[in-house]
């Protein structure tokens, strides 16, 4: 966004997910011990059960797939995880983003997965999570294969994650 700081963008070389499913096995783990500590909470709202192995694997609590369909619970979370676009339950995403704000714990993190191709979505994701008070923290490329040192090839590029935050710091415009 123009008079915002750039934001880190890194390779995570993980498989791509399969059709229907939101992310593989790695990137599940990849999030889960990136983003959250031992007994942390995350809200699981991905089609699939690969975040939920890595939940389990990892010793973090959760509100698994069904969360979508019976609330996220009383309890702030470390960490939500959506795909893009968004389920039509979700409401606008102005409205998903304000209701991640508010179960968030402050430093905690909302990482949306999106399809890696369409030039819209990320722009759409951002100003919508910016719009409830959540800071753009940084952009995740996932490749099938590591980038190689002093080659030129291009990425085989399949899904961007966008990882935005509540800020640390509680302010006016954030929670009005």
């Not at 369909?69 to 409401?91: H, R, S, Y």
């Given at each position: 966004m123009p008079g915002d700081p750039p934001v880190p963008i890194t390779v995570w070389p993980v498989p791509a997910p399969r059709r229907g499913e939101t992310m593989s096995n790695g990137m599940g783990v990849r999030l889960v011990h990136n983003l959250t500590h031992p007994t942390d909470l995350v809200i699981d709202l991905t089609a699939g059960p690969q975040l939920a192995r890595a939940i389990i694997a990892a010793s973090r609590?959760?509100?698994?797939?069904?969360?979508?369909?019976?609330?996220?619970?009383?309890?702030?979370?470390?960490?939500?995880?959506?795909?893009?676009?968004?389920?039509?339950?979700?409401?606008?995403?102005?409205?998903f983003f304000a209701r991640c704000h508010a179960k968030l714990l402050p430093g905690g993190c909302v990482a949306v997965l999106l399809a890696h191709g369409d030039p819209v979505w990320p722009v759409d994701v951002v100003i919508a999570a910016k719009q409830a008070g959540l800071a753009y923290l940084q952009h995740i490329v996932a490749a099938d294969r590591p980038p190689r040192r002093g080659r030129q090839s291009s990425l085989d590029i399949h899904t961007d994650v966008l990882v935005v935050t509540r800020s640390m710091t509680v302010t006016a415009a954030a929670d009005d």
């Open positions: 609590r959760s509100h698994l797939q069904a969360a979508r369909q019976v609330g996220w619970g009383k309890e702030a979370a470390a960490l939500i995880v959506t795909g893009w676009p968004l389920d039509a339950d979700a409401g606008t995403p102005a409205e």
